[in-house]
């Protein structure tokens, strides 16, 4: 199953986002996390697509709440693919996939747990609130780790499973962008807890390395459509 955030804007790419999906996985589920979209006009894109399933008025909780609802939604399912609604797939994922690997990040970047190297104070505390109340530690500030891309992976039914329910799931109430950027450091994070650190179980590398590569749609996985620059705020 692929599955994914949508904050639906004029310009958003998600039907190529699901054509490409459909081209190269065409027997996966897509599920869509509607999270409150004011323009809703999308949904009639794929009313009559099949493999297509529209959560609707579920998440205010932006990209990491997206992920939450899928699992909470359809618990059984194999393995869960989760992207972004501004990103096409090239190519197959299947060997990844087919891969005996619980967790595989798109790419990686690495940097420290506070101020003054990576991440800052607010974003620290925000991963508190996240971590609390669950079998997992935040890392102390100025710890090195490594980070998921996106947060866009490949996730084994297991370990969604645990993650979900740790809790530390329903805890990622985005509320900001900034919280989705944590999203990435969480995720890193728990995928490294696991055995699955995202420096060495990845598709892509290291991200920051390649960001000119990136730009200029030279991946070999995907392509990186920024919202940003086809007016979503």
Known sequence: MFCFSCKYFNGSPV?????????????????????????KSYYDIFADDEKV????????????????????????????????????????WQEHIDSDKEFVSVAYFTENNAEPYGIGMDQWNYMEKVFGGTEYNNLAPGQRFNACFGPIYIIKNSLA??????????????????????GERIFGILATYEGYDPMEHNMEGDILSRWSEMECDNMEYYTKIFGSRLGRT
């Open 53 to 92: 399933h529209i959560l609707d008025d579920c998440n205010p909780h932006r990209v990491p709440g997206a992920f939450y609802q899928t699992v909470k939604h359809f618990p059984d399912e194999p393995y869960y693919i989760n992207i972004q609604d501004c990103f096409i797939i090239k190519k197959s």
């Open 15 to 39: 039907k190529k986002t699901v054509d490409a999906i459909k081209l190269h996985h065409p027997d996966e589920k897509i599920v869509i996390v509607d999270s409150m979209s004011e323009d």
């Open 161 to 182: 499973k645990k993650f979900y329910d740790s809790g530390v799931l329903a805890n990622m109430q985005s509320t900001c962008k900034l919280h989705d950027e944590v």
